[in-house]
């Protein structure tokens, strides 16, 4: 059961683009919704999260545009640079117990930009 | 760097037989997670302890184990090997934050 579904599957934006990577939860347990970057050969990296009480949060050229009500967020990468080329995952962990970094993942977007 | 290292690197090996994987976590974290990343199914949660204690477990195979030791750092054994368990296999460890730490990761490569 894929608790987390993320789109598009790539992405390819020109230099200055704005990038935009959409995901969807089910559970409404879920309470917290971290961004992860990931380039070839290295492990996933914390880049931006979240958490249902606010509807947006930016930090530099990263946002994320959260609807608790649609059940949906999204990554918004402004000014988007040739570096910001990886995987980026979406990502959701469900609130209570001990478990904490029992986190669910979305597929990936791989994200190309071109100079 | 996360500060969490995971040795070998890169693993091949023959179906049917046994490989382990080692993970250290950053200093001082007492959890430690470990990750199955492939091409079809993304990045799956195996299993989760907590300073040498299971803590939860995801979609891990039977023929799957782990175990954390006193010292913290963390090992995945991976028994009667088939071709479809080739993948990255990723450790995380953190605090008592929602925030993880990944390794750099070990490919496995089973043929």
């Known amino acids: 059961q894929q608790q987390v579904k993320q789109s598009p599957q790539s992405l390819i934006v020109q230099k200055g683009g704005i990038s935009i990577i959409n995901c969807a939860y089910e559970?409404?347990?879920?309470?917290?919704f971290p961004w992860y970057q990931q380039f070839p050969g290295k492990g996933p990296a914390l880049l931006i999260a979240?958490?249902?009480?606010?509807s947006e949060k930016k930090e530099g050229r990263f946002t994320i545009s959260f609807n608790k009500s649609a059940k949906q967020f999204s990554l918004h990468i402004m000014d988007s640079q040739p570096g910001d080329s990886a995987t980026y995952f979406c990502?959701?962990?469900?609130?209570?117990?001990?478990?904490?970094?029992?986190?669910?993942f979305g597929q990936g977007t791989i994200l190309t930009v071109h100079p | 760097d996360s500060g969490v290292t995971q040795t070998p690197k890169h693993l091949i090996t023959a179906t049917g037989q046994r490989v382990t994987l080692r993970c250290s976590p950053r200093?001082?974290?007492?959890?430690v997670y470990w990750y199955q990343q492939s091409l079809d199914q993304g990045l799956q949660f195996l299993i989760q302890?907590?300073?040498?204690?299971?803590?939860a477990k995801g979609n891990i195979l039977e023929r799957f184990s782990a175990q954390q030791f006193p010292d913290l750092h963390s090992e995945l054994n991976l028994s009667s090997l088939e071709l479809g368990d080739s993948a990255l296999y990723f450790c995380?460890?953190?605090?008592?934050?929602?925030?993880?730490?990944f390794g750099p990761g070990t490919r496995l490569t089973v043929l």
């Open positions: 995380a460890s953190s605090d008592l934050g929602p925030r993880l730490y």
């Open positions: 559970n409404t347990a879920f309470d917290y």
């Open positions: 979240i958490r249902p009480d606010v």
């Open positions: 990502a959701a962990r469900r609130a209570g117990g001990t478990s904490y970094g029992k986190l669910t």
């Open positions: 200093s001082g974290d007492l959890s």
């Open positions: 302890y907590y300073n040498g204690e299971e803590r």
